[in-house]
T-cell receptor
């Protein structure tokens, strides 16, 4: 079964601390994964595609097929990073299977 | 270029009432989707469409109907609203290109409260 697991509902850190939001997936095949971010009461915005191997707003994510993980990392958190983060797995017809989401709270 | 838009932004219904949520996209996308977002459950797919005149069920279709009469519009209907349908509803669209990197673009959401 295709599934995305985000084990942490809330991650609370202080400004300047490193951040790692965990994402594990279950997929029989070659997965395609994304991170979306949702700022307070706004639409979901694409943050990262695993295929791009890019850094957006200081965030990076590496696909680890051996551990079936796609964790989101940032070395130094900023207050403006406070948001809801969703990991998503792409299926047929570009459908997305979302994890439950992790709320990141960055405190001054 | 507005992207994906949704109307209304917020609505309060009484149990048993009906309503239609409208989603429009101006990106000429073939695929469109309706999700509901609930605390602790992420986004769950209600229905989707892979082209004008086609619809298909997603993960949680019960209590909802959809129609895609025009390529740019995707309507979500609640025939008889129930308190369990209190949620935030997101529409999204995607091109039909299934290659790596292609993904969905989301609307701003509709908050629905069913009393």
């Amino acid at each position: 079964a295709q599934r995305v697991t985000q084990p942490e509902k809330l991650l609370s850190v202080f400004k300047g601390a490193p951040v790692e939001l965990k994402c594990n997936y279950s997929y029989s095949g070659s997965p395609e994964l994304f991170w979306y971010v949702q700022y307070s009461r706004q639409r979901l915005q694409l943050l990262l595609r695993h295929i791009s191997r890019e850094s957006i707003k200081g965030f990076t994510a590496d696909l680890n097929k051996g551990e079936t993980s796609f964790h989101l990392k940032k070395p130094f958190a900023q207050e403006e990073d406070s948001a809801m983060y969703y990991c998503a797995l792409k299926g047929g017809y570009n459908k997305l299977i979302f994890g439950a989401g992790t709320r990141l709270a960055v405190h001054p | 270029n507005a992207g994906v838009t949704q109307t209304p932004k917020f609505r309060v219904l009484k149990t048993g009432q009906s309503m239609t949520l409208l989603c429009a996209q101006d990106m000429n996308h073939e695929y469109m989707y309706w999700y509901r977002q609930d605390p602790g459950m992420g986004l769950r797919l209600i229905h989707y469409s892979v082209g004008e005149g086609t619809t298909a069920k997603g993960e949680v279709p019960d209590g909802y109907n959809v129609s895609r009469l025009k390529k740019q519009n995707f309507l979500l209907g609640l025939e008889s609203a129930a308190p369990s349908q209190t949620s935030v509803y997101f529409c999204a669209s995607s091109s039909s290109f299934s290659g790596t990197g292609e993904t969905q673009y989301f609307g701003p959401g509709t908050r629905l409260l069913v009393l």
